[in-house]
Each structure stands twice: as C-alpha cells, then as structure tokens.
C-alpha cells in the first residue's frame, strides 16, 4: 500500500502528457511507496503508456491510475472564465484530490492565474493567513538554498502580509532544508533602515517585535545568491522579477559557456579538460533543479511548475511535492501561525 498519493495535472503546460508523463514514470521509479493519480484526457494518457509498451501486467500501472478529464484550462484562459466554465478540467479535478483529502499534494505546469484561483477557491487559506504566497529555493554560494516569496500570487503586499510570509519560509525552510533557525530578510533597495517603502518599513517593525521568526533585517538584490540569509520575503511583483532575471541570467552563462567553447580546436579540447568542472557548476546553477515553487498558506500541498519545464524539471517539481507532503508543511505553517497569534495577544 503507498505511502502518500501525488496528483499531477498531466495536461498543463505547453507541451502536456509528451512532457509530463515521462517525468510521472520516473517519479513511480523512483518513489515505489507513491501512488500517482493522472489527472487528464485518458486517450492522450493511455497514449503515452502504449509508446513505451506498459500494460496492466506491469505492476507499475497499478500506482498510476488516470483519472479522466473532458477539459483543459489553457495557458490564455482568465483565471475568472476557469473559475466559472472549466469545472471538469484536469486542473480543478486535480486540487479537489487534495480537498477531498485523496492526494496529499498536487503538481501542475498549467495556467498559473487559475492555478492559484482554483486552488485558493477549493482549498482556502490557513487561519491567520490573509494571502497564499509563491515561494522557490534558489541557489547561493553557501551550504543551504535560499527561500525567495513571493514570486507573484501577489503583486501588492501589506506589511502584515510580509510578516506573514516570513514565518511561513522560515517553516518551509525548516521543514525542508532542515535549517534549525532559518534567517529571515526582507528585500529592500539598501540596508539602511531609510530606505524602503512604507509596506516595507512597516513590515521591518512588525518582524522585529516578533520573538518567533529570526529575522536578520534587509538584503539587496545583490545578496539574495550570497547566503546572506535563509528566506528573503517581498511582494510578488519584485519577487517575480528576481525570479525570471536570475533564471535567464543563468541560461545566458549556460549558453554562452558552451558557445565559447566550440569556436576552435583549441577551445574545444580546453572544454573537454574542463568538463568534470563545467558538470559541477552546471548541475548547480542549472534552473530545471530548481523548478517547482511552492504557493503555501493553503490547505494542502499546490506545487507550480514552468509552463515550458522539461521532463526533467517537472520531475523535480513532483519531488518537491513529495517531500512537503512527507513533511506535512501547512500543518506546520498553522501551528507557526497560532504560536504568532498568540504572542500578538
């Protein structure tokens, strides 16, 4: 009998099941105590099964049921026309597994607005959370990653808000990256207690009054890779633009490195001498690894993916849903919570 049961929306993203079933076959490898419910058109599905000639003999099809779904929520689809019209698309049945408490978290590369709509709709907030935030580990120069949020559930943050997200990444990273007092920054323009806007000054008052959060005061963009601090906390319209800076900005080395590397002989052979290294510092900055954010404050367990993730990204995606399942986060973020609110009292 498994041990957890994941579902994954197996029709969201740009490509669907050619992208995400390969990553769902290597996750029902890889985790043999997890069952994996397959939210999409069974045709498209059952497609995917048959090119690599698994059949109901094979034991690994028992921990992959599909779950069959007429609708679609497209990439262009207004998460308000989701809400209303696509009430049996993969994507909503999928959350209503968790809801209904037959997953313990579910992983989607779909539509984000409707993503998030769907998800704050059926599964609702935590007491004591006003909004749900999207969270994702970056690397740094450091042991541990850093915890960036919010990537953009919210573009405009109370102060309250920030705090809000600063306990729940200090949960998160203690429950995931196993930090025993995770430090706590909020992204600022400088580090001077001057600067900043008022949701940002008034958010640095509220932390510093709070006893359960460790809270290290302000970071520039230029330490959120620095290991400056374990969990940097902004709304999401800063947030999301770190987000997609760094990640292009890491394409660009990538890309760069390997077209400097083929202009010659010479570079070519300097390349192949130097690939041992190359490997490490690929595998350490490479954004698929990365791919997965979390949207936390909910009822359950959402897990984000790119729409254009590969097999391999979407696969660390349903491992990061994996782990905070195993690591019951929103029942430790609500128990955080309540310990905030009672010393607020």
Do not use: W
Not at 18 to 29: N, Y
Not at 52 to 80: L, Q
Request: a neutral charge; charged letters at 20%; glycine letters at 8%.
């Amino acid at each position: 009998m498994s041990e957890l049961t994941i579902a994954l929306d197996m029709m969201g993203g740009d490509i669907g099941p050619p992208v995400t079933f390969p990553a769902a076959l290597k996750a029902a490898q890889a985790y043999p105590d997890v069952t994996f419910l397959l939210f999409g058109h069974q045709d498209a599905i059952q497609h995917e099964f048959k090119k690599r000639n698994i059949s109901e003999s094979d034991g690994i099809m028992s921990r992959m049921p599909i779950v069959h779904c007429e609708e679609v929520v497209g990439m262009g689809d207004s998460p308000a026309s989701v809400l209303r019209n696509k009430k049996q698309s993969s994507m909503r049945k999928m959350i209503e597994s968790v809801e209904q408490n037959n997953a313990q978290a579910c992983v989607s590369s779909g539509n984000t607005g409707a993503l998030m709509a769907l998800a704050y709709y059926r599964l609702k907030t935590l007491s004591g959370i006003d909004r749900p935030a999207l969270v994702s580990r970056m690397p740094t120069a450091g042991q541990h990653r850093v915890f960036l949020l919010d990537l953009g559930a919210n573009v405009t943050c109370t102060a309250e808000t920030l705090f809000q997200y600063g306990v729940m990444g200090s949960v998160l990273a203690q429950q995931v990256a196993q930090i025993e007092k995770p430090r706590v920054a909020l992204l600022n323009v400088g580090e001077e207690d001057i600067k900043g806007n008022a949701q940002v000054k008034m958010a640095d008052q509220i932390f510093k009054n709070a006893n359960s959060v460790n809270y290290i005061g302000y970071v520039e963009g230029t330490e959120i890779f620095s290991d400056a601090a374990d969990v940097i906390v902004t709304d999401g319209f800063t947030g999301n633009i770190a987000l997609k800076s760094s990640e292009g900005l890491a394409k660009l080395v990538i890309n760069e490195v390997k077209r400097q590397s083929q202009k010659s002989f010479l570079t070519r052979m300097m390349a192949r001498a130097a690939m041992p290294l190359l490997k490490k510092i690929y595998n350490r900055v490479n954004p698929d690894q990365y791919n997965g954010a979390s949207l936390i404050g909910l009822r359950g367990t959402v897990i984000k993916s790119h729409g254009n993730a590969s097999s391999d990204a979407f696969y660390y995606a349903i491992g990061l849903a994996i782990q905070e399942a195993r690591m019951q986060v929103p029942e430790k973020i609500k128990a955080s919570i309540e310990t905030v609110l009672l010393e607020q009292i």
